[in-house]
């Protein structure tokens, strides 16, 4: 766990990528992108179908160590509108574990606008403490927890490199790195964050045995 | 020479150009009308070509066989090669004006010139194994080879135990079935497994084996040199000068390097060198095509002096004129080496010239090992290999493709290839259930099948477009992600995207025999302009060096133990042996020689251990990885290892105590299976054949997909596959692959059981002249150190921080 300060408030984050917030018992989760694997099945490819069962999994065990009563999904909790009709019993089985063990809130992503589920709501922006909880952050300057761009990061260690997924922030910005097994990521040297944040953000990046913080500049 | 022969218009030929048959050339013939499958084991340049064609070309002259069927099919590995075999042949049928329409089919040929091929099939096609599998695919591809008289496959020995040849293996049992009469004859160098090359080829029973013997010995000499040679190191630069007076001597010269980094770097010294201004031309697998091609027509013209090569040239393809062989570095196999020289003076009866230059100390006991063993006739033994089942699935739904199948008509024709002749029914279910759906016990995919029973219970593809994505993704070769290499608007080859990631702008490097300095990648384009540095980066490229043959490696031993042999060493060698038996021991032929010494590194005490195995550098490097695990659990503190193709080097905090502890063989097994699972090279290999099998496609019509991004998904299937199904088909493709290729598990095996009760220790108080060779190593090598990336981290987290004043 690693201590970061955002609007005064303070947040830990874990190696596996759950921002908590334990003075509201909050976790906040980002791109479970869950039944990833499955949705490219009706195009032939016959991806292993386990990584819903596996990111769940992951999830459930890391939260049920602390005292959390909340848990903010921000968005793309789903890869595609009809990933629910694709879950696994045992899948099922872990949602609704999941669902009724916390309140959960569902914050709106791309992947899930033409979803229609009764039993989930959508919101397209949570907020709490001044803090807003989105999927993909805005121009705005308020302070803003989101997602969406999957980042991660390279550091060169001797003559190797290793790339891992990482926690983005600067004064109003923080955004996650996708949680979800099958996901890819987005290097953070890469244009799109340039237009997002005007300084150099910290950067943390999320190691196997530990989180490090590098000066931006170390970072491929 | 008197035989039956009535091929009049091949006689004319001859006879017109001075030449006679060859003796072998009319023994196929006669074999081969006489009902027999041929393997022709032959040393190159020994009329071999014609000799394949012989049965055919008199086949299609006197017997005038169905117009407009395919009546030859030749097979190689080589696209270059295809090419070439095709103006020759074409010289004969040219100039006596014959009927014969031949055509070459390979990944180069015009999709026009495909399709005509199609409806107007030539005579004789040529072609190799890839293009061979996607021409079956066709849904006519049963009435196309159903004429089929002839099948001819070149270099046939590079094939066996290869998953390329598990591929044509496969493809060859089916056109059996098309073509059941058709007569096969196999070419291959010299090998010393015959039989099973013979068995790979044809499984009928009337077979025969013609084995030519060399009649002349090769001329080979390792270079002498008054330059002292070097204690470690690849790159041979001491010997330029003396090289470059050789070329001088000779008309045309091949310099064969074992690396493209190694062949780029030779070749820029060569230049350095070349007041003369002789014509020296560069030749790997990286450069762009047209290079190529344009090197071999000016090396067929005589218009080029030198050619740096790497094994792009070590085939078939003949050059005629060569007189010159230069190897730089040890060949590391004998095999190998004989092909190489056998580019020089490619004609039967002279002898072929070769010159050695070795790199370092070591390499200079490997290449007199080398011609000791050539002397001797000994060859390498490739290590049998049971048909891969990523192939086996890629196979499946090729046949799928073609035509409807039925299963058990499919298993017969599965185990009548060779390297699957075990495979059980069972195996080739769960074969066939992947490609139906992936073969996972969640059976959520089966409403997507990519194959599925027709009414008449038979196997069919679901629709057109599984064969369209087939095509795509054929082949057993996965390359890395590869960029290519733009010069202004001139293409100049292609490069390895990790390389590039690794240069910043302004940096340079050797390619193409040119130095260039990198300015930006654009559009998968390396983006580079010409500069007039003459300390470049060199590239290097992942893979090409072989690891050090069992064979050659008892040979160097041999030498290494008795000290007769060493009064013929240059003096500089003698002499750091013979320090070496004063100082320590020297490695026994079938024992382990192991020294343990302190020594400083950056003002540290570090405690050295060396394991001189000889055992190739794969299994080396498997073996540190091991005796580093257990360093670790006793408490020694090991900081990391170098391997090389010799000897092994651990160094660690705190001494090693008892030696028997490290090198316990039971205990030392257990751990590999578990290390194994953490490697890098079993996520490679998986990656591998999920490629093959056709999990992870190559690309996707209308959809382009970066290597890197496969790479990336591969990596997190892997670890959910694993935990999830353990044994799933391709974690034991992956597995397999991870045990006999890198990790050379066979090998270490047999070297912990060879070594039993045979360890020679010695505790010295300082580095043994032997041992300088390893220690300069480790300033070289970076090692792959994944498993302790971590370390690296905090470390550098650390001295970073206090850089800039954070700590």
Not at chain 2, 609 to 637: D, H
Request: hydrophobic share 35%; with cysteine; proline share 4%.
């Amino acid at each position: 766990m690693k201590t970061i300060n955002f609007n005064n408030h303070k947040f830990q984050i874990s190696r596996d990528g759950i921002l908590f917030w334990f003075d509201k018992q909050i976790a906040i989760i980002s791109d479970l992108h869950l039944e990833k694997g499955s949705s490219f099945g009706s195009s032939g490819q016959f991806l292993p179908p386990y990584d819903s069962e596996e990111t769940l999994t992951k999830l459930l065990n890391t939260i049920k160590k602390y005292n959390i009563t909340k848990v903010i999904l921000l968005g793309d909790t789903f890869h595609d509108k009809n990933a629910f009709s694709r879950m696994s019993n045992k899948v099922l089985i872990l949602f609704e574990t999941f669902i009724k063990k916390y309140e959960v809130i569902f914050v709106l992503g791309n992947h899930e606008t033409k979803m229609k589920f009764e039993h989930i709501k959508f919101f397209n922006e949570y907020v709490l403490d001044g803090i807003h909880f989105i999927h993909q952050t805005s121009k705005k300057c308020i302070y803003q927890i989101s997602g969406h761009y999957h980042p991660v990061a390279t550091i060169r260690t001797g003559a190797k490199k290793i790339t891992g997924k990482c926690f983005i922030q600067e004064q109003y910005n923080l955004i996650m790195p996708s949680y979800g097994v099958y996901t890819g990521g987005l290097n953070i040297r890469n244009k799109i964050f340039k237009k997002i944040f005007k300084k150099e953000p910290n950067v943390y990046f999320l190691g196997k045995r530990s989180i490090y913080k590098f000066p931006y500049k170390f970072y491929l | 020479m008197p035989h039956i022969l009535k091929i009049k218009p091949i006689d004319n030929w001859l006879k017109k150009n001075n030449w006679n048959y060859y003796d072998h050339q009319i023994e196929t013939l006669k074999l081969s009308q006489n009902g027999f499958d041929v393997l022709l084991v032959a040393p190159t340049g020994g009329g071999k070509t014609l000799a394949g064609f012989l049965p055919s070309l008199n086949d299609l002259i006197n017997n005038r066989p169905k117009k407009n069927k395919l009546h030859t099919l030749y097979i190689s590995p080589l696209k270059a090669l295809t090419i070439d075999v095709h103006r020759n042949l074409n010289n004969p049928i040219e100039d006596q004006g014959l009927d014969i329409r031949v055509e070459t089919r390979t990944g180069d040929t015009s999709a026009y010139k495909k399709n005509r091929q199609k409806v107007l099939p030539p005579h004789m096609l040529m072609t190799t194994p890839e293009s061979l599998a996607l021409l079956l695919s066709n849904k006519e591809s049963k009435d196309y080879f159903k004429d089929l008289r002839y099948l001819i496959i070149d270099e046939i020995h590079v094939l066996v135990n290869s998953k390329r040849g598990d591929l044509l293996s496969l493809n060859l049992s089916r056109i059996n079935s098309m073509s059941p009469d058709c007569k096969r004859i196999g070419l291959s160098a010299t090998v010393k497994n015959k039989n099973t090359v013979l068995k790979f080829l044809t499984s009928k029973k009337k077979t025969k084996i013609l084995n030519v013997e060399e009649t002349s010995h090769p001329k080979i000499e390792i270079l002498e040199t008054n330059t002292r040679v070097p204690w470690s190191g690849h790159m041979a630069s001491y010997a330029i000068k003396d090289i470059y007076q050789k070329i001088k001597k000779s008309s045309l010269t091949i310099v064969f390097v074992n690396t493209r980094a190694q062949a780029e770097l030779v070749f820029n010294k060569l230049w350095q060198e070349n007041d003369k201004n002789l014509r020296i031309a560069i030749h790997h697998g990286s450069l762009e095509k047209e290079i190529r091609r344009k090197v071999e027509s000016l090396m067929s013209l005589g218009k080029i002096d030198c050619v740096v090569a790497t094994s792009s040239l070590d085939l078939g393809i003949d050059w005629g004129d060569i007189d010159l062989v230069i190897q730089i570095g040890s060949p590391k196999g004998i095999s190998r080496f004989l092909q190489r020289i056998g580019r020089s003076n490619h004609k039967f009866d002279e002898p072929s010239n070769a010159l050695l230059v070795p790199s370092n100390r070591f390499e200079y006991l490997e290449c007199l090992s080398a011609i000791n063993s050539i002397k001797n006739k000994l060859l390498d033994e490739t290590k049998e290999k049971k048909g891969s089942l990523d192939v086996l699935a890629q196979h499946i739904l090729g046949v799928a493709c073609s035509a409807p199948f039925h299963v058990d008509e499919l298993y017969n024709q599965v185990i009548n290839a060779w390297p699957y002749r075990h495979l059980t029914k069972i195996k080739f279910f769960e074969v066939l259930e992947f490609v139906k759906n992936g073969g996972y016990s969640l059976k959520y995919y089966e409403q997507y099948s990519k194959i599925a029973l027709n009414k008449n219970k038979l196997y069919a593809i679901k629709n057109k477009s599984i064969r369209n994505r087939y095509k795509l993704n054929v082949g057993t070769i996965v390359e890395s992600y590869m960029l290519k290499v733009k010069l202004g608007n001139r293409t100049l080859g292609q490069v390895e995207e990790w390389f590039i990631e690794g240069l910043n702008e302004g940096d340079t490097f050797l390619f193409s025999g040119r130095v260039l300095e990198y300015q930006t990648i654009l559009n998968d384009n390396v983006i580079v302009k010409s500069t007039s540095h003459t300390q470049p980066k060199i590239p290097s490229y992942a893979g090409g060096r072989l690891p050090l043959s069992t064979e050659l490696s008892i040979e160097v031993r041999k030498l290494l133990s008795k000290k007769q042999f060493w009064k013929n060493f240059p003096n500089q060698i003698n002499e750091w042996l013979k320090l070496q038996s004063k100082f320590s021991n020297l490695p026994s032929l079938n024992g382990l020689l192991v020294e343990t010494f302190p020594r400083l590194v950056s003002g540290k005490k570090r405690f050295f251990l060396i394991c001189y195995t000889f055992e190739g550098r794969n299994a080396n490097q498997t073996l540190g990885f091991l005796i580093l695990r257990k360093m670790q659990r006793i408490g020694c503190k090991p900081i990391s290892f170098v391997a090389t193709d010799y000897a092994l080097a651990i160094w660690s905090i705190n001494e090693v105590k008892d030696i028997n502890i490290i090198l316990n063989d039971d205990l030392m097994l257990d751990d590999l299976y578990e290390w194994l699972e953490e490697t890098p090279l079993l996520k490679k290999n998986f990656r591998d054949a999920a490629i093959i099998s056709g999990l992870i496609e190559r690309s996707i019509p209308g959809q382009k997909k970066t290597g890197k991004q496969v790479l990336f998904n591969s990596d997190l299937i892997f670890n959910v596959l694993r935990k999830h199904e353990p044994k799933h088909l391709l974690l034991e493709v992956a597995r397999d692959d991870s045990y006999r290729g890198l990790i050379d598990l066979d090998r270490l095996s047999e070297f912990l059981k060879r070594i039993e009760n045979n360890i020679t220790y010695k505790k010295l108080d300082r580095i043994s002249p032997l041992a300088v060779p390893l220690i300069l190593e480790i300033n070289r090598q970076t090692i792959d150190k994944s498993e302790m990336e971590e370390y690296f981290l905090e470390e550098l987290e650390n001295e970073i921080l206090s850089e800039v004043g954070l700590n």
